[in-house]
């Protein structure tokens, strides 16, 4: 079992920036990838992002790329997403994910997932 508790969501104005965080507990050392999702209402969830364990390689959604930042701290087991230049269309419940395969890193139901924190961007 991994534990993954999220924090740092909120309110902020488009083209402003927000900063994500999620400390991972448990059996972190089967964690193949930790991921960031997110899901907005009426929408299904959808990847937005993921770093390795080891924090050397990162992947991201084309909708992202070049605003959002996934970094590691492998000293407090702990997973950010930083998010600049934020578009209303950002707008969602963003979940921390730990995935235990290769095979499912963008899958929006295989592996652990935190409670989520909601982000509103505001026009």
């Known amino acids: 079992q991994v534990q993954l508790v999220e924090s740092g969501g909120g309110l902020v104005q488009a083209g402003g920036s927000l900063g994500l965080s999620c400390v991972a507990s448990g059996r972190i050392s089967s964690v193949f990838v930790y991921g960031w999702f997110r899901q907005a209402p009426g929408k299904e969830r959808e990847f937005v992002g993921a770093i390795s364990r080891s924090g050397v390689g990162t992947f991201y959604a084309d909708s992202v790329k070049g605003r959002f930042t996934i970094a590691s701290d492998n000293g407090k087991n702990t997973v950010y997403l930083q998010m600049n230049s934020l578009k209303p269309e950002d707008t969602a419940v963003y979940y921390c994910?730990?995935?235990?395969?290769?095979?499912?890193?963008?899958?929006?139901?295989?592996?652990?997932w935190g409670q989520g924190t909601q982000v509103t961007v505001s026009s």
């Open positions: 994910t730990a995935k235990m395969s290769p095979a499912t890193l963008r899958s929006s139901v295989a592996g652990y």
